[in-house]
């Protein structure tokens, strides 16, 4: 970290997290009622937190652009597997998320760290296309998405 802007921002988030460690060990000994230790548990449990995401942070912003991106993929992997374990799934979507977790996903994340903008950003919308396709092929009758329907021509 040579940017001295960037010193003070991290120095001076870390100080903030001290004294808000110190404070809610006061907090801590000084609660008297299971309400008031139930509340200092939940603050101390919440600033172990932010100790936890400075710390990701500032490790990523110390090693440079590839820690960064690393940071992103995996959050970004990360989120994905969160939306799909909350999304309603069916077998026939089980491929499709095996090439989106193993394959796209990383592969977008190397063009960027390799600095292939221009590849990045076309392929993701190539690769959105090609995930529109099979859909938009179905037959009206299947369980899947449904084409949208074309007007007629009016005369």
Do not use: C
């Not at 990360?78 to 193993?102: C, Y």
Request: no cysteine.
């Amino acid at each position: 970290m040579k940017d001295p802007t960037l010193v003070r921002l991290v120095g001076g988030i870390l100080a903030l997290l001290v004294v808000a460690s110190a404070l809610g060990a006061v907090l801590a000994r000084r609660a008297r009622s299971d309400a008031a230790r139930a509340t200092a548990a939940n603050l101390n449990a919440r600033i172990r937190a932010w100790w936890l995401m400075v710390a990701v942070f500032t490790i990523a912003v110390w090693t440079g652009g590839i820690g960064s991106i690393a940071l992103f993929a995996l959050m970004s992997l990360l989120a994905l597997r969160e939306f799909v374990t909350l999304a309603p799934t069916r077998r026939e979507d089980h491929r499709t998320l095996l090439w989106s977790f193993f394959a796209v996903t990383p592969l977008q994340y190397l063009l960027i760290a390799i600095r292939w903008y221009g590849l990045a950003s076309s392929s993701e919308t190539a690769i959105a296309g090609l995930a529109r396709a099979p859909a938009t092929s179905m037959p009206a009758g299947s369980s899947g998405i449904r084409p949208a329907s074309v007007p007629e021509k009016s005369n």
